[in-house]
């Protein structure tokens, strides 16, 4: 990878995505900008099926219900996980504007989901969070969790990292 050398020291490496998968994936980052315009943290997700079809699509909607688990990711496996079999999640993808939280990445494994990929890593939104500490996130990443699951979890990311990082500018000033 000659690339290598713009990216600051301890920052993961921008990876290249399929044209299905970065279409997917910026389907993912528009539900963030829909978070965000809903008065949410902007973050978004989208499940799709080995075949394409949208299983389900969800925005981070804790500041609008005050339920604090309504990340994007954890409220579309809500949606897809009752009426898709396990088997059929094994080869869907969830596309997430943001890395998974460790809550996420948990509910990932639940579902049976068999591949992840994502847009701006937690280290970049380290950044956006700032030194608040409510904004600040475990320090773990999704691969962690799916590192220690007994099945194997595919995860592609960061991609698309300057369209991923647009929805946060300034969106976490308060
Ligand atoms: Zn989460």
Aim: with cysteine.
């Amino acid at each position: 990878m000659s690339a290598q050398g713009e990216v600051p020291m301890g920052l993961p490496q921008e990876v290249a995505l399929s044209e299905r998968d970065g279409q997917y994936l910026l389907h993912a980052i528009a539900m963030a900008d829909k978070a965000r315009e809903r008065g949410n943290r902007p973050f978004g997700a989208v499940i799709v099926a080995a075949d394409g079809q949208v299983l389900a699509q969800a925005w981070n909607a804790t500041a609008e219900t005050g339920d604090c688990t309504a990340h994007a990711e954890t409220s579309a496996i809500r949606m897809a996980s009752p009426s898709h079999s396990r088997d059929a999640l094994a080869t869907a993808t969830l596309y997430s504007s943001g890395e998974p939280c460790v809550m996420c990445a948990g509910a990932i494994y639940w579902s049976n989901i068999g591949r992840v990929v994502y847009g701006i890593d937690a280290v970049r939104l380290r950044v956006f969070r700032g030194e608040r500490l409510d904004q600040r996130d475990a320090e773990l990443s999704c691969r962690d969790v799916f590192d220690a699951s007994p099945r194997a979890i595919d995860c592609l990311g960061p991609a698309l990292i300057a369209q991923a990082s647009a929805s946060h500018q300034g969106g976490w000033k308060a």
